[in-house]
């Protein structure tokens, strides 16, 4: 009789683990645990600088639905979690969300070798008064940038390779313009 409830317990046990993993493994899981509503819009997807897979990812929160940018990361076992998040405050129409992708490159100036690694920024916005067009033209050299806009609400994803400053104290040329500024200057929003 003791043979058979040990044996049943250790049953139950395994099939619970195996429940577990599989729930772990799907990062629908750690966005729901976290009190987010889903999977809205997969940003960005590839291996970190160590690796290891990722996602950004837009999403709202549960409840009173304000915008939110997760960075998930996947374990050795499989298993994703939240590493980041960031939303849009109560009284905010802008959100910025800054991370370093898994692409680098190098190259070999003057026999030293200089790396490179993508940075990436994306702003949330509610506030466009008009189509974000042609912005480009007013970036700084190196920067590309993709838009997806929906009335005035809006997501902005920077990426760049380029560093500014020496190899000591070099910051990613994301960091040195006011995107803000320049979408009000140029009347894309309010």
Not at 33 to 53: S, T
Not at 87 to 115: H, K, M, P, Y
Request: net charge negative; hydrophobic share 40%.
């Amino acid at each position: 009789m003791v043979k058979k409830c040990i044996k049943s317990i250790l049953i139950l046990l395994a099939i619970s683990l195996a429940i577990f993993h599989l729930l772990a493994t799907n990062p629908k899981h750690a966005i729901r645990l976290n009190g987010y509503v889903d999977i809205g819009r997969i940003i960005q997807h590839g291996r970190d600088l160590n690796g290891r897979e990722f996602k950004i990812i837009q999403t709202f929160t549960r409840g009173n639905n304000d915008a939110a940018f997760l960075h998930l990361n996947r374990n050795g076992w499989g298993h994703w979690h939240i590493i980041r998040s960031e939303r849009l405050a109560e009284d905010s129409t802008w959100l910025i969300f800054t991370w370093f992708g898994g692409q680098s490159n190098f190259q070999i100036v003057e026999g030293r070798t200089i790396f490179n690694w993508q940075s990436n920024q994306l702003v949330y916005g509610t506030n466009a008064i008009k189509m974000l067009e042609n912005l480009e033209e007013l970036l700084p050299h190196g920067v590309s940038v993709s838009i997806s806009q929906s009335n005035s609400e809006f997501v902005i994803h920077l990426q760049s390779y380029r560093e500014v400053g020496d190899d000591e104290a070099s910051i990613s040329i994301l960091s040195t313009f006011d995107l803000q500024g320049i979408l009000v200057e140029h009347g894309f929003i309010e």
